[in-house]
């Protein structure tokens, strides 16, 4: 069974920076067949993809809302994914998701997201006090 389990939430103020860590464990070492990403969501509203990555091909995708202020990246071995947030704004104060694809990536949805997330992390809380 893979596992996500995320670090590096907390709170800042706008205008600050934060940087998320995901670490992936998967008993085949399949990282580099995933599409994987960051999910974000606040009590009463729907999830909203945030960044993701297809290991398969290198390729991002990045929500409107966050472009030129976050980036996703993944370390050498495809089992840590990083979310680097900067220039935060209160709005972007949510839990957010570590999520995967597996055991294929099938590519991009919408703008951050990967098709078919079916596996998740447990959440982090970014906090932005204007």
């Known amino acids: 069974e893979i596992q996500l389990v995320e670090s590096g939430g907390g709170s800042v103020q706008a205008g600050g920076s934060l940087k998320l860590s995901c670490t992936a464990s998967?008993?085949?070492?399949?990282?580099?067949?995933?599409?994987m990403g960051w999910v974000r969501q606040v009590p009463g509203k729907e999830r909203e993809g945030v960044a993701a990555i297809d290991h398969t091909t290198g390729r991002t995708s990045y929500a409107d809302s966050v472009k030129g202020r976050f980036t996703i990246s993944t370390d050498n071995a495809k089992t840590i994914l990083y979310l680097q947030m900067d220039s935060l704004k209160p709005e972007d104060s949510a839990m957010y998701y570590c999520?995967?694809?597996?055991?294929?990536?099938?590519?991009?949805?919408?703008?951050?997201?990967?098709?078919?997330?079916?596996?998740w992390g447990q959440g982090t809380q970014v906090t932005v006090s204007s």
């Open positions: 998967d008993p085949r070492g399949a990282y580099s067949r995933y599409c």
């Open positions: 999520a995967a694809a597996v055991p294929y990536s099938y590519g991009f949805g919408t703008a951050g997201n990967c098709n078919a997330f079916n596996t």
